[in-house]
């Protein structure tokens, strides 16, 4: 829809940082509406690490420029704001909106689905400022629109009730139960923390995948040193009750996710579980 | 989609059915890809019947044939089946999919959303020909491919979970509870002429919208022939526990929505309000 309504039709090309999965897949549906100019792309080096601010040229005339806070396969976050105020700074935060504040006057448009830190499957929440519609295209398929959306305020269609009941309840709970976002903050710095101690602390048993400074609190994916302990481990750890450990599909290895809803102790959990795995299996 | 898939870049005409406010809004949305002729249209007659089969002159070589089986606005469904079987049969049978067996086998496409019959607002089904992909273009965008769902098992990308859930549990319910189709297609059609009745054996002081034959069994609309008592009967009922009574918006009027989780005894409640409320009003 991004692309529809702001690149298809255009000569000057946006801007793209590949970094990831999905940030990778994003590029190609960019491109059926319009150029795309990818301005860094860690795919050669296996992404694992994100650019530095020096490695990024900016197009100073691009339509928008986009990026994926938060890449959930390789576990790779962006913990600075990216981008220029001159230019509509679009972001894709399906994995980490409410994680942790954002300047969120910052950017012309912001989306997520839910399924991560909002609720369940079946939403997406888009926060755009207002006047980015002003240059958006009015020859869009209705449901595909953002200005008829925001004309309607949000409510064209019959939304899906249910999801959007669930992320009310989140948003709730973010401000009564744990005290606003920058509590949240603290609790996922603090949960990633954690468990990256334990994979830095293993003496090269465990490894995490992303540089050290890129580090996602989302995503913490790393591999055991001998790759045949992973089977196990994962049996193991499902045994004992942890799931869905395993890595994304297209590049295996093991991966933990710390979304809003895991509990600093259920991170706990985990730690205990991995030490004394390693004590185990150590050679 | 359909018209992205079907009739972007083609000469030849989809046929269409104008029968109320559902598919006169299909038309535009079809138009912006290509060529749309409208076979029929009830507008200038305010949409208070359907058409008679010898007024319909079916395109032989149409890419598809797009109609809408129950128009929810005006209380119109058609009892028999539209088009011929050598063109695509598409329907949008969003408000009575589940409500009566259809022979879907004749169908190429035929499409629902959720919130009637089949769960809550969030999900569509979409049950399709798999020939029919084979003419489908090749270029969409990932998202309103149906080819791409198809090749992946509709799970390409993380399905809206909850409402699926609650579809199966109803057709779960159909079958175990009800007892199918067939049976619900008896109830249905008994709820529809116990209110229809009353509104016939009123004496004019209920009078239904919809020509006889082409009444909905889904929505039953209708007027009191004195409209100023309209908005009294609305609040009466709403005291008694009747909610949603009022028509559509865009016609006003009164509406009563039997959809399959309406029971028999509810309807039947229902009728001895409007028995009573006509015996309190009469003049």
């Known amino acids: 829809m991004i692309a529809m ?3 298809r ?61 938060n890449e959930t396969v390789e576990g790779l976050q962006f913990h600075r704001l990216l981008g220029t105020d001159g230019v509509p700074r679009i972001c894709d935060m399906s ?12 950017f012309a448009l912001m989306y997520a689905h839910a399924q991560k830190n909002l609720g369940p499957s079946g939403a997406t929440v888009v926060i755009l400022r207002e006047d980015l519609v002003r240059d958006m295209r009015r020859d ?21 009730v249910f999801p959007i009941y669930v992320i009310l309840l989140v948003t709730r709970w973010l401000r009564s139960e744990i005290g606003g976002l920058e509590k949240m903050c603290e609790i996922n710095c603090r949960k990633a923390e ?7 602390s293993s003496g090269g048993f465990y490894a995490g995948r992303a540089a050290a400074r890129d580090r996602s609190w989302m995503n913490v ?32 290895g093991l991966r933990a996710s710390l979304y809003n809803a895991i509990t600093p102790e259920a991170v706990d959990a985990l730690c205990s579980f991995m030490k004394d795995f390693q004590a185990r299996h150590a050679e």
């Open 194 to 200: 954690r468990l990256y101690s334990v994979l830095d």
């Open 5 to 7: 309504s702001l690149l």
């Open 9 to 69: 039709g255009r000569s000057i090309p946006a801007d793209y940082i590949v970094s990831g999965y999905w940030s990778w897949k994003s590029v190609p549906e960019a491109q059926r509406e319009g150029p795309v100019r990818v301005i860094w792309n860690g795919e050669a080096s296996g992404f694992n690490c994100l650019p530095s601010e020096g490695e990024l040229n900016y197009g100073s005339d691009a339509p928008y420029f986009h990026y994926v806070s």
């Open 95 to 106: 994995s980490d909106l409410l994680c942790r504040p954002v300047p969120s006057h910052r």
């Open 140 to 160: 869009l398929p209705a449901m595909l629109d953002y200005r008829l959306h925001l004309e309607h305020g949000s409510i064209y269609n019959t939304p899906p």
């Open 221 to 252: 994916a790393f591999n055991i040193h001998d790759r045949k302990l992973e089977s196990l481990f994962l049996s193991d750890a499902e045994t004992l009750g942890f799931r869905g450990l395993e890595g994304h599909r297209t590049i295996g």
